[in-house]
Structure formats: C-alpha cells, structure tokens
C-alpha cells in the first residue's frame, strides 16, 4: 500500500511560472522530509491549467510523521508566508489523502499519467477489483502501469481512482490508439459500468 496525498492549484493570469516553482519548492520541503514528489500540470479534463504537486509514503505512519515533521519546519512556515503575501495561484484542491489498492506509483519512470474517476460504492470494490486486474494485465502488454486507489479524505469518498501510467505523452497516444481502443478494452469498461460509473477524466504531464 501506498499512501498519496495531492494538492492542486490553478494559477492567476501571468503567474504560471510563480506557481509552477512553488510547486517545486514545496515539493523539495516534502522530498527532504521522505516523501516521493511528483509536480504535474494537468493538459487534459475539467482542471486543464492546474498545477498539482503529489506526495507518496509508504504507510499512514510514514505520512503522519512526515506532516508532523514539515509542519515544524521553518522552511514550510516562511513558504506559505510569502505565498500568503503573494498569491501566484487558487488552491482547487489543499490535501486530499488516497491509498493504494491495486499497483505501485512508477513516477520515475511512468510519469505521465491519465486518470479515470468512477463512482463506486463500497460494497462493489470487490467486483471492481476483479476487473481492474484484467485491464491491468491487458495494458502492461503496453508497457502501462495502473495504479486503483481509494479515497481517504475528500468530498467523493464513494469513488475509485484509476491512474493509467505511461513513459511519455507520446506513449499515452500510442496506446489511446490502439489498446485503449481495442475491443478487448472496450469490454472490460462495459463491464465495469455495471459496478461503477465514470464521472471524469484528466490527464497530467510532469513539470
């Protein structure tokens, strides 16, 4: 298990650049305090033009002891001093917590990622689960890395996150045309609608 916090933000007119290195600045306080730190922009969906910042750890312990940790850094108080003093960007989203249920975050390698959110209601993770191995398996024939994750906090808490990793935005098209549109793939996403219902999607690069 893996758990992934992530924090979205949309810049103001003529900031991008200030919210895209305070992305990377906050992400270094996060780093140096034993988190995984991927800073992305989403290209793709309803939040097109936001920044996310996403953090990994091991286990809620990890996560817990990381927050304690940077909450006491005066690092992470004079950031958020400046960014109160100078807004480049409105938060959509401050922290929302998710774990990991099926598959590992490859960000190292797999950085790019296209993301399908699905309402699901509890007692239907088992039959989902199910599905999601077959569609695992199908596109690793790809090279692609599916991570299903499972919301902690937030405001969608009957839902699944399936994160579709890939090598490149190139490699993302190549497999949009052909895996994604086979009609093997196409199977398993009818099936799945028997379980849950896809409500959006959204694509990010990295920074």
Not at 9 to 28: I, S, T, V
Not at 46 to 73: S, W
Not at 90 to 103: F, K, M, N
Request: with cysteine.
């Amino acid at each position: 298990m893996t758990v992934v916090a992530h924090t979205m933000a949309r810049p103001h007119p003529g900031k991008r650049l200030m919210a895209e290195n305070r992305a990377r600045q906050l992400g270094g306080i996060y780093s140096r305090h034993g988190a995984s730190v991927k800073v992305a922009s989403v290209i793709s969906g309803p939040n097109t033009g936001c920044v996310v910042l996403l953090r990994g750890y091991a286990d809620f312990r990890a996560a817990v002891k990381a927050f304690q940790a940077i909450n006491n850094d005066p690092a992470h108080t004079e950031f958020w001093r400046e960014r109160e003093a100078n807004p480049g960007a409105d938060i959509v989203v401050a922290r929302d917590i998710l774990r990991t249920v099926h598959g590992n975050t490859q960000w190292d390698t797999h950085p790019c990622s296209h993301v399908r959110q699905y309402a699901l209601a509890r007692d239907k993770v088992a039959d989902a689960m199910k599905l999601l191995t077959q569609a695992s398996k199908l596109v690793s024939k790809a090279d692609v890395q599916v991570v299903g994750l499972l919301p902690v906090t937030g405001e969608n808490l009957s839902s699944m996150t399936l994160s579709y990793q890939f090598r490149s935005v190139d490699h993302w098209a190549e497999v949009l045309d052909t895996v994604g549109t086979s009609d093997e793939f196409q199977a398993i996403v009818a099936r799945a609608a028997k379980f849950g219902t896809l409500g959006s999607a959204f694509t990010v690069m990295p920074l």
